[in-house]
């Protein structure tokens, strides 16, 4: 199917179907998901104009803005899109779930950190994000907003966004159909609000919470052109693939840490990893956001010394033991090359990117315990492991029947400091629709 | 020639479709003017080859005694050119008013990086930015926090050795560009062909098969305005000259090996190709001091023409027009205001496109990061403007003296709401459903601030300009341009 499909091109905009009726939402307040219907319609979706928009305003407690003077703060990596937690597409019609996307902030603090400069947050993700790389920036322009804090004048609250919501249907180059007789049968997109305390860093503040105002979705379609819509009508079935993002949770909490999963992907393109304490997320004394490297203590690194990827008992990736740096030289500060370079080749081929807020200054292997480990120049530490497995034909490889996907790390965590893991896997999928149901074969 | 033939010959006015084993040889020509004033220059181009795109005009201005006196931050050299067209014989094939104020919107999609590595030397364009690592207001310089971001200008390696001065912006470190940029140093820029005449992106002009004269005639700003420099206080903007010693064009024009270029006049001797030029529709819009006379808070419903074209983009802003002195302001004129903050509360901006008697949006658009957005989506490109500087918001709750953007406090500065600070608030419409306009043409509605704050502008005329992208056609019959809209 080719995304020059030729008809009429128009917008829409989609009001949420179960907010109140002040149009503010808030985790807090008992709205924890967000409902959108894109209903059934003989017209293609464009899936990369798709965008939600609004406004967010943060609060110290009931109603009272925060200020620069409170220690109150969201991820400087994300901005607005911390505050997504879940993104469900399912079909309108039958209700099959198409793609279901967890732990998106997770996956968000990585991804932007690897295909996005710093200067990129001060201009573009600032505008439709919030994003600003650095804490006290971060800070000052998006969390302490005073907009709309003064009745005079006021014209609305808070920070305005318009965000992409990165999927793997919705980033496709593919339109998606959404007629009930060759298409999916409209879309629901369903948003899990992230929970307050894991959004926001504020040690102090136990009341504090964030508030969506004036929610929206966006997008374009297309409506096929006469002739291309009789031959349409005749279609029974069809089909679309797209890459999609497959997220698992695991812990780890040992010097040989073993992660062992079953996929069940046949077509995986590129697997990354990040980590953090288990006791930071969801806990407001800390930046729940933070891609830091295994850690001790809030002040000893438990280094990562040696590396394998397996697949089914066998290496897959490099056929050698990766060790790193630190392995020979314990008080070295400096990250490890080919973890970095293995890291950033699961987002984008290394020798194709161009840009990336990993540098010395956000992958030195040092950790200052300063204000709970946020005290980091520009957007923090980006600490992660990753791998690419197809970077050539874009077919991917298979991990299905028992060939589980596996992880082995020698690191130096000695002490009972659990870390959460994140993974996340990057697959080709294939969505077929009848006019019946769907089937996603991935 | 059969049409076998024919589909051997690339098409060689379509930059990339020449085969990557095709060899060419690139001859140079450094043209001066056939007529220079102090406010026009015309060149005339040799009907040799194909007219390379990256051909450039350079230009700079005399080395005066001025000091801190620099071209505008957000356009560089181009703040010169007033207007500029290209024409054969008597055919204006391309032509855009406004340059300046035009080029101001095409500047913003320019990577910091790239305006720091490159264009400050090419073209004097400035806008880069950076963390300003100010642990808070007055404070000292941190390792780790950024109380606000400011524009990097290399001044920073200066004062490497009195970082206190730097990071509070203390003097000239923050806000004025290297020495060698100022206009005492009389230093040449240079402007590319497909920068002022945007077509030639894609489009490289067959100069051998054109039996007319092709040339390329420059409108100048007049010294008078002040428009042509920036300087840290009033003192000499209108006597600022180009020189005209130095002002030439290096035409390189492309040759094909063997017989590869008699094959496509032969195979062409009459050829259209589709082309798109800009088309500036301007309306004066007066802020007052009441709530009563002042556009502010009411809806402008503006007729931006269009009638019977097929219009791809519609590009827009309020210029700053009606400074009495725009030298003073570190954009010059050249910038697109967005309503001011009035108790730090920001001021929305809704719009919508009207034609062929639907809106181009389902509901009127009122969301800042929608509004940029829509220019992301018309444009095919990301603008690189930070939110404070394209719509105001993000400020924070710092006192006066330390806001958000360095500028704030220093002499080429936003005191008088002229500054960086909301100053290049563009929208932009994608007319997408495959339409040609009706005879009503465009209608663009729009609304700037609240309907009680007449103050979120300063109190004088500010000037809506809005350019409709039109497609139009241009025919090549056996060495005889012509041109007509599509």
Redesign the interface.
Known sequence: MSSNVNGRTHYLEIQPSNVKSNGKVSYRDGNPVIEFIIGEQNTYLLGQTLRLAGNIQVYKTDDTYATTADNINVSPKLGMLGAIDQIVLSSQRNKSVIEHIRHFGRWASSYYGNVASKGETLTHLNETTGMMANPLAQKISFTANQNGASQTSAEYDGNSFCVPLTTGLLSSSDPVPLSAQWGIGGLNLALHLTPDSQFLFAPTLGNAYYELSNLKLICEVVEPAVDELSRLMSQSSGAMSYNAITSYYTSINSTFATINFNLALSNVLSVFLNFIPSNYLNNLAYDGFQTTPLMNNATEIAPITQMVITRGGQKIGFEYNLDANVRDNASSTIADPQLVRFYMNAFNKFMDSKKSQLSPHTTFRKLNATSANTHYPEGGQYFGLGIAFDNVSGDGVAFQSGNNFGVNLETGLTNDNPHATFIFVRSKQTLAFTPNGLQVVS | MSDDDRSKIPDLIKIGSTQSDMSMEVDSDILDPVVSSDNFCRFVLNNKGFLHSFSAISIGLKATAATEQFLPYGIGVMALIERCALRVGQTTIAEIQDFGSYMAYRSVFN???TNIERETYLTSRGL????N?L??SGAKY????????YLKTRREVDNIGDIPKLYTGDGEANSLPLDELETSAGSEFRIQLSQLFPFLQTNQLPLFMIDQQVSIELFFTPKASKKRVIESADASADVAEIDFNNIRMIADYIYYDGDIMEQYRNANRVMSFNYVDYRLNKRTLIATASNTDTFVGKKQILDVGGAGRIVSKVISGLYEDGMTNPNVSVLNVFQARCPK????????VITNLRYNDHY????DRD????H??DV??SSGD???????V??N??????SAGAG?VAFNDQDIGEQDGTGLSGGLFFNCYRP???ERINSRGLELEITYG?T??FNAFETRNYTHKTWLEILRTATLDNGTFSQDFA
Do not use: C, K, M, W
């Open positions: 990577d910091t990086d880069a930015y950076d963390f690592y642990n808070g941190s390792d780790v926090n950024a109380s606000n971001f903050t009035i108790n730090n509360n920001n001021q929305r181009l949006y389902p509901l969301n800042y990061a929608i940029f957005n992301i989506q990301v603008p690189h403007l930070p939110r404070q394209y719509s918001e993000g400020q924070g709750s710092l958000f997408n459903r495959n609240g009680t704050n």
